[in-house]
Structures are given as C-alpha cells and as structure tokens.
RNA sequence: UGGGGUGUAGCCAAGCGGUAAGGCAACGGGUUUUGAUCCCGUGAUGCGUAGGUUCGAAUCCUACCACCCCAGCCA
C-alpha cells in the first residue's frame, strides 16, 4: 500500500499520528489520554473527545490514560471523578490499569519546577495578581516585566520552598516561567505556573499548599506518562508553544505532540459546566441527569443506547472546522439502533373509548402480535382483545382532511393485529368533546386469517380496556428551542411534558427497568423506574412522523 | 487594530494538481397490517472572493473578505 492510500480518507489526527509512528517517533509508540478536570460531569461534548483517544488508542491496541486533571481542589470533588468513570465506562471504554491523577505526579511536577528554577527558566514573582494582571499587556501591547524577574536562582529556589512549606498566604508569590513578556502569544508572557492555595486537595489532602496551573501540570503529566498524542479541543492551539517550550526545556524521556481538533456542538443544546451546574442547582431540571441534560447521564436517564452515541461521534468526524450538528443526525443514529433493538408494544397516551358494539358482552380473546416485524427470532407476545378498546384521540377526526386515512365517521381502519373496525357512531359530552365511538368489528377480517387480507387505508394502535395497565410517560424535548441558545435563552416549555395516565398493553407488566420499546407508531421508550407497581416510561425519540409533517406543511 | 485557527450543498464530511465520495436533512416515487422500517430517484459547471501559475486548480501562489479562539494565581 503506497504511503498516500494508506493515510486516504482518515481523519488528519489519524492521518499524523501513523505519519508519526512511521517515523519512528517515541519509538514508534502511541499513547493516548482523556483528561478531564472533575469540576463538573461530562457532557456529549466530551463524547466526541473520549471517543477520539480512547477510539483511537484501540485502533492501535494502544493504552488510552483516563486521567483526572485534578490541580485546582477549589473546584474538584470526588462525587465529579465517579460520575465520570461511570460515563467513560457506560460509553463502552476501558482504561484498564491506565487511571491516572495529575495529582499522582505532584511530586515529579514540583522537582520539574525547580529545574526550570535552576536554569533561570522560572522565577518567583511577587506582585500581586491584580499586578500582574495589569502589567500583561493587552492583545496589541507588549507586557511588562516583572520587577522580580531578576531575583537570583538561589533566592527563587528558597522562596519557592517557603512556598511550598505553607510560609506565605495565598496569592503572595507565584512561581513564573521566564519567557517573553512581548509575545504575541499572551501564553508565553511569564505565565504563571505554580501558585499558593492553602486549600486540602481531595487527594493528596494537605501535603501541599502550592499547586501547578493546568499548562505545566498538564504537559508533564502527559510527558511523564508516556503519552505520545496529546488530542485536545481547537481552544488550546495557542498554548502549544508553551507546551513545546516546557517539553524544550526541561529532561523529559517522551515527547508527546499535541494535536487539537475543533470542539463538538449539537444545535439545541448548551455544553457549557458552569450554565450546565446552574440548571441544576435552579432546579429547572432535575440533576445532571435530568433526561434533557445533554450529559451523559442525562442521555443515558433518557435511553440513548451507548452504542447510538459512538455512532454518532463517528459520523460527526474530525477536523478542525467549527461545527454545529443538527439534532437530526443524533436522532437518526439513536432510531436506527432502536430500530434494529427493540420489541414493539402498544400504548395509549390520550385515550378515546371505542365499543365494539357487535362483539360480545363480557367476552374477550387472545390475539398474537410480533415483537418485530421484520425480525421473527424476536418472538410474539399475546394481546388480549374485547367489546372495550382504548385508542389514540389523534387517530380520529370527525371531519376528516383530505389527507387523512385513519378513522372517522363511517370510515373502516385495522386495528393492529387485531380486526378491521367501522366506526358507527359518535358519542359527546354536554360540552361536545367526543367522548366514545361506536364501532363494528368484522369477525373474518382477523390479523392473519380470513379476510385478513383486505385493505384499508392504515392500521391503528390499541389497548384493550379491560386489560390494560396504567402508567406515566415522560414526553422530551429539547431544552432549548432555540437552535443556537445562549446562557441567557429562555427554556422550552415543552421541554417536559408527563402524562399520568397512558394505557399500556398487559404484557409490559413484565418489564425490566432499563429496558427500551417501540410504542408502535408513536416512539422509542425506555422503562425508567417503577413505584407501587406503576410504570414510568421516558420518551428516548420520536418515530418519524410523516403525518405530522404534512399537517405542519398545510399551516 | 497583535497572535493563533477555519472557510467544499441546509448540517456534517471526503478530496492531498487529472476534472466534486458518503451521511443527516429536504423533495419525489415504490413496498408496507407502524403515515415507522426498507428500497429507488433528485442536489455543487461549483469548493469564501478576486487575481495568478499550469495543458489542467477545491488542491499551488498572491491579495482580500468572513467567522472562531486568546489578555484567570480556571481547565
């Protein structure tokens, strides 16, 4: 295979990382790693990213490091670092013995300091940050530096111990690589790579009081692990240069090489931490995985397959183009997995009475129905059918349009896998809501016998009335109705509807919590808990909706 | 206005000097006891714009335009 057909439709990360190990580079080794900070859990965002480094390290049976970037305790909490191991693992990635703490490295990261320090590459800074802030510089101005900057490597090596032995309050000194303050690059104007914070480390508890900033605690902990590829989002481009500078200048045995790809956004959705935590804590939704929460616990509490999920990092792809993904493309990986997966059943959300009234009183029958249609491994379950029967409201109209074929008055309709029906009659209430029809049944029109044959324009769903279990069903959409929301965009309203008292067929009366259904010609659900014996469904995606979208096509 | 990036269809995305893959969406049509699934068909004389190099340019060069990121002792 020529080196051009080899690398031919592979992502660019791809594409360098086998360039790389041609070369022989690192000894032609590849490592990966993800590394989140546990400020928060993890959102699809993050999908993307676990599916890229762990994705790819599999392709090569090469290790992927979960590791925590855990450097600043003010913000880290061991509740974040569970959830988070718990999506990594439900999302089908394994870190095998390859978990990981920058804090595990705090040891090595401080002795790399002082090796900077030694060198004259890093000096303790005294000014206060709000001085330091100030003396930056701006995007078309120069910084200035630090009137500390010239302190000697001894008096940098003993404040920087006192640092380190709790002798100074926090934000007192800073220890600060010495590169340029007149960079274009801000990220190499002295930055800041170790400051004091007399705070106890969810870790390491109180062995330290200083603690590395994510650039220098980051590369080295990339470097010391032996990571070759460190894969990360487009916002950190600009701080390449300093992790080169670090990995230049301090003995380091591997040297990785950070490659960035752009960040994941779905329309729809917000994936910021710090509005996601605010939606939580306003109590607008139920937790982190309230089942609108883009998270991944809140994709799983919804019944998105893990599988769905990886599918749909796949398609979405890698570059380093800014991207915004439709809604669309996740539903459709997320149905076509269902599809595949899950046994069809019946429910009812807004029920209409239907009385047979040729059928006999006080009779029933039991009727077969398949599980899949299109897969008959997947067995049948019974349905049983009698003179009372529960249908969908919208499948019926008492002046039809034109486009309409389910029932109405005089109008003939299956009911699936059951008998084809007529409806006779119309019953009202004083306030003139349809309440009840009256039907006939035709005996011979049995699902698979007779005239089973015959046609009529569509087939409904059904529950027997005398048979059905009720149940709630949690309806879902997207929380923001706005394709682009900001922070300050308003929720959608009907982000959440629950219905108290949908009718299920019997046979769900077995179901597993957990377990995912087609609600035949209604959508994708999955059984989300259940209380007194009362079952509570999340809507996971609609069905496609032709219908639907012809009515909104005629407004 | 400094630096770093990115521009191929509504949304993604292949393409790597030889004449624009694929997916999602949309729109037609067929099958169907789910208006589902499935199947078939339709979309760029055009690749941000303008020039240039070349027999030949989305691919190379130049200029311009648009959008994104960066001034935490956050990551």
Redesign the pocket.
Same mark, same amino acid.
């Given at each position: 295979m020529s080196k +051009?057909d080899k690398?031919? @439709?592979?992502?660019?990360i791809r594409?360098m990382i086998h360039h790389d190990i041609d070369q022989g580079v690192n000894d032609g080794r590849l490592a990966t790693r993800f590394?989140?900070?546990p400020?928060g859990y993890l959102h699809i965002g993050h999908a993307l990213s676990i599916y890229i480094n762990f994705g790819i390290a599999e392709e090569f049976d090469a290790p992927c490091y979960l590791r925590f970037?855990?450097?600043?305790p003010?913000?880290e909490s061991d509740e974040y670092v569970n959830s988070i191991m718990e999506d990594v693992k439900w999302l089908g990635f394994d870190w095998g013995n390859n978990l990981a703490h920058?804090s595990d490295y705090f040891e090595s990261i401080h002795e790399f300091a002082i090796e900077l320090i030694e060198k004259d590459l890093a000096f303790v800074?005294?000014?206060?940050? *709000?001085?330091?802030?100030n003396t $930056?510089?701006?995007? #078309?101005?120069p910084?200035i530096e630090s009137p500390y900057r010239n302190r000697s490597v001894s008096e940098n090596l003993g404040l920087f111990n006192r640092m380190k032995n709790g002798e100074f309050e #926090? @934000? *007192?000194?800073?220890l600060r690589a010495k590169i340029d303050m007149s960079?274009? #690059?801000? #990220?190499l104007?002295d930055?800041?790579i170790y400051?004091?914070?007399n705070l106890e480390h969810q870790r390491t508890g109180k062995t330290w009081c200083i603690?590395?900033?994510?650039?220098f605690?980051?590369t080295l902990s990339d470097a010391i692990e032996g990571t070759t590829h460190s894969l990360c989002t487009?916002?950190?481009?600009?701080? $390449?240069?300093l992790y080169e500078w670090f990995l230049d200048n301090l003995n380091l045995s591997t040297r990785p090489r950070q490659i960035?790809f752009?960040r994941l956004?779905v *329309?729809h959705t917000i994936t910021s931490k710090r509005k996601l935590g605010e939606l939580v804590d306003s109590g607008d939704v139920s937790g982190w995985d309230d089942p609108r929460m883009p998270t991944i616990s809140g994709l799983r509490k919804r019944g998105y397959p893990a599988s769905a999920l990886r599918e749909f990092c796949k $398609?979405?792809?890698?570059?380093?183009?800014? %991207?915004?993904? *439709?809604m669309?493309?996740l539903?459709?990986?997320v149905?076509?997995e269902l599809?595949?997966t899950c046994n069809?059943v019946m429910a009812i959300m807004n029920p209409l009475k239907v009385t047979i009234k040729n059928y006999p009183d006080g009779e029933s029958e039991t009727l077969e129905a398949s599980n899949?249609?299109?897969k008959k491994e997947m067995g049948i379950r019974e349905m049983s059918f009698g003179k009372n029967i529960l249908i969908e409201k919208d499948?019926f109209m008492e002046s039809p349009e034109e486009?309409?074929?389910?029932l109405s008055p005089g109008a003939e309709v $299956?009911?699936?896998?059951?008998?084809i029906i007529k409806c006779e009659e119309i019953i009202k209430d004083e306030d003139g809501e349809i309440i009840e029809l009256i039907c006939s049944y035709d005996p011979d029109? %049995?699902? @698979?016998?007779g005239k089973?044959?015959k046609?009529?324009?569509?087939?409904?769903?059904w529950v027997s009335a005398d048979h059905s279990i009720t149940g709630k069903v949690r309806l879902f959409e997207t929380l923001y109705s706005d394709p682009s929301p900001d922070s300050d965009s308003p929720l959608n309203p009907n982000s959440k509807i629950e219905i108290d008292e949908a009718q299920f067929e019997q046979s769900l009366s077995n179901a597993k919590i957990g377990s995912r259904f087609?609600?035949?010609?209604?959508g994708y659900f999955i059984l989300d808990e259940i209380e007194d014996e009362k079952l509570s469904f999340n809507r996971i995606v609609t069905? +496609?909706?032709?219908?639907? +979208?012809?009515q909104k096509?005629k407004k």
């Open positions: +051009k690398y031919r @439709g592979k992502d660019f594409q590394p989140p900070e400020n970037d855990d450097t600043n003010a913000k920058a800074d005294s000014q206060t940050s *709000e001085e330091i802030r $930056r510089g701006t995007l #078309n101005s910084g #926090n @934000g *007192e000194h800073v960079s274009p #690059n801000i #990220n104007r930055p800041v400051r004091i914070l603690y590395p900033m994510y650039d605690a980051h487009l916002e950190f481009e600009d701080h $390449r240069p960035e752009s956004n *329309e $398609r979405v792809g890698i570059t380093k183009k800014d %991207k915004s993904i *439709e669309s493309l539903e459709s990986t149905r076509e599809d595949a069809r899949h249609p299109k499948d486009d309409f074929y389910r $299956r009911l699936r896998y059951a008998y029109t %049995k699902s @698979g016998v089973s044959k046609k009529v324009k569509s087939a409904i769903h087609q609600f035949e010609r209604s069905l +496609k909706d032709t219908w639907a +979208k012809i096509k």
